[in-house]
């Protein structure tokens, strides 16, 4: 049975920094992806970070880039969103999820990916 759980989510000041984490198990493929998206209500949901299990290349969308930074531990099985320099806009309900190559085009992301699985989701709050 594949898990992905997210944790380290919370409320932060802007321009403070945030990581979360995405335990996954049960879940091997040499093909693939593990993703952020994130949910702010009202809105779309949107691609943010993917990572590509095979090779380690990484992947941000343009709303993200140079402030995240998607890694994974695999001793551990985790996959992480470090955040720096918080935004307001940043403010949303964080998803991680897993899938092989392939699939669907995320535009955001430049990549193709087929999302299987989902995490539960952790809240982030940047607010003053």
């Known amino acids: 049975q594949v898990q992905l759980v997210e944790s380290g989510g919370g409320s932060v000041q802007p321009g403070g920094s945030l990581r979360l984490s995405c335990a996954v198990s049960g879940y091997t493929a040499s093909g693939a992806s593990v993703a952020w998206f994130r949910q702010a209500p009202g809105k779309e949901r949107e691609a943010v970070a993917a990572i590509l299990i095979r090779n380690l290349n990484t992947y941000y969308s343009d709303s993200v880039r140079g402030r995240f930074t998607i890694s994974q531990d695999n001793a551990k099985n985790t996959v992480y969103l470090q955040m720096n320099s918080l935004k307001p806009e940043d403010t949303a309900m964080y998803y991680c999820?897993?899938?092989?190559?392939?699939?669907?085009?995320?535009?955001?992301?430049?990549?193709?990916?087929?999302?299987?699985?989902w995490g539960q989701g952790t809240q982030v709050t940047v607010s003053s």
């Open positions: 999820a897993a899938g092989d190559r392939g699939g669907t085009w995320y535009p955001a992301l430049k990549i193709y990916m087929k999302i299987q699985y």
